[in-house]
């Protein structure tokens, strides 16, 4: 479900959502991932919508803003992997 790719970042970035780390290796990442039901989305406005969509209040926040939440994880060719934490 996830790219290899994802679960890198995802491991290698980590702290910027949790205290102490959720996973040690791409197999617990991936599990993490979809027990928490994270999503890949292909662009910021997607971020918007996504997040606006579980009631988070994103009136008032740039797309920078957006891009540099902790619940947000930028992934390579524009696409952003959300998890709620």
Partial sequence: MY???CLEIFLEKQGQLFDEPVAENLEEAEEFLEDCMAVVVDSL??????????GADTRGMSLKELEQASEVFALPKGKYLIVEG
């Fill in 3 to 5: 790219s290899k790719e």
């Fill in 45 to 54: 406005k997607e971020v918007r919508n996504y997040l606006e969509e579980i």
